[in-house]
Nanobody
Framework: QVQLVESGGGLVQAGGSLVLSCTSSRSIFSINYMAWYRQAPGKERELVASIASDGTKNYVDSVKGRFTISRNNAKNTVFLQMNSLKPEDTAVYYC??????????WGQGTQVTVSS
């Protein structure tokens, strides 16, 4: 079992920044892949950014150049630095951890609201 605790969401004006944190109850060295997803009202959950155990990062096109995913192995924490936020970034953001195929976990979600 892996528990994921997210923090850092909130209300920010367009153009502002937020940092989301996701702390794992298990060493992230043993987790193959961690990611941030988001789900806006009436929309499907989408992958925003991911970081693999070898450090490979991927981003959805809409956040490239604005968001950065990183991790602190010593603190078992993954971060999502979000800059130049837009109203369309408003969503509930979820942390995801994939230990191995068919063995994945989700955080409880944190609300990000960007006002125009």
């Amino acid at each position: 079992q892996v528990q994921l605790v997210e923090s850092g969401g909130g209300l920010v004006q367009a153009g502002g920044s937020l940092v989301l944190s996701c702390t794992s109850s298990r060493s992230i060295f043993s987790i193959n892949y961690m990611a941030w997803y988001r789900q806006a009202p009436g929309k499907e959950r989408e992958l925003v950014a991911s970081i693999a155990s070898d450090g490979t990062k991927n981003y959805v096109d809409s956040v490239k150049g604005r968001f950065t995913i990183s991790r602190n192995n010593a603190k078992n924490t993954v971060f999502l630095q979000m800059n130049s936020l837009k109203p369309e970034d408003t969503a509930v953001y979820y942390c995801n951890a994939v230990v191995r195929a068919l063995d994945q976990y989700w955080g409880q979600g944190t609300q990000v609201t960007v006002s125009s």
